[in-house]
C-alpha cells in the first residue's frame, strides 16, 4: 500500500501569530521544495473544505497555533490519540472546525493511521500580517519536529 504523507498548515495569516501554521509549512517547503510521497499543504482556514485532503492522507502532520495557558512560544506536540475532537482543549481560534473536520473522518472511516499535531502558543492574535518574535524564533522547532515525525514514518 502507498503512503500519502500530508504536512498541514492552518491558520489565519491576517492575526499575527494565528498564522504560525501556514507561517511554518510555508518554511518548511522552502527547504524541501519537492519530496516523492509528499504533499505540503497551505490550510488556511478553510475547516470543512479540508476534509478530502485529510480523509486522501494516511500520514498527517498538523501546524497550528494551540490555544493554552502555557508560555507564549511553546510548542506542543500530540500524537493522534491525544488530539482532542470538541471541548477540552480547543486548538485554536477557528481550530473547532478543524477539530470537526477529524471527527467526521473518523466516524467516516476514513481518518489518517498516523496523525502528529505541532501547536505553537500565540503571544498575540490581532490584526497584523507578521508573527511576533516570541513565535517566529520557534519556526526552526517546529521544522525539527516536523523532519522527526516524517523520519520516523520513513519519510
Same mark, same amino acid.
Given at each position: 500500500?502507498? /503512503?500519502?504523507?500530508?504536512? $498541514? #498548515? ?21 527547504? /524541501? ?8 499543504? +497551505?490550510?488556511?482556514?478553510?475547516? !470543512?473544505?479540508? $476534509?478530502? &485532503? ?6 498527517? &502532520?498538523?501546524? +497550528? ?10 510548542? &506542543? ?10 471541548? #477540552? !482543549?480547543?486548538?485554536?481560534? /477557528? ?14 472511516? /476514513? ?7 505541532? #501547536? ?16 517566529? %524564533? ?10 522527526? %515525525? ?6
Amino acid at each position: 500500500m502507498s /503512503h500519502q504523507v500530508t504536512v $498541514l #498548515g492552518i491558520g489565519n495569516i491576517l492575526y499575527q501569530d494565528e498564522g504560525v501554521g501556514v507561517h511554518a509549512v510555508e518554511a518548511f517547503r522552502k527547504k /524541501h521544495p519537492e519530496r516523492p510521497g509528499l504533499t505540503i499543504e +497551505d490550510g488556511g482556514t478553510e475547516g !470543512m473544505k479540508l $476534509l478530502p &485532503i485529510v480523509e486522501q492522507s494516511t500520514h498527517l &502532520i498538523i501546524v +497550528d497555533a494551540v490555544v493554552s495557558s502555557k508560555e507564549a512560544g511553546t510548542v &506542543i506536540c500530540l500524537e493522534k490519540d491525544r488530539i482532542p475532537y470538541f471541548g #477540552g !482543549m480547543r486548538m485554536s481560534q /477557528h481550530q473547532q472546525s478543524f477539530q470537526e473536520v477529524l471527527f467526521l473522518a473518523d466516524i467516516r472511516g /476514513h481518518l489518517p493511521d498516523y496523525i502528529y499535531f505541532i #501547536g505553537v502558543v500565540p503571544k498575540q492574535v490581532e490584526w497584523g500580517l507578521e508573527l511576533t518574535p516570541a513565535v517566529t %524564533c520557534r519556526i526552526p522547532v517546529i521544522l525539527e519536529h516536523i523532519e522527526s %515525525c516524517l523520519k520516523r514514518w520513513g519519510q
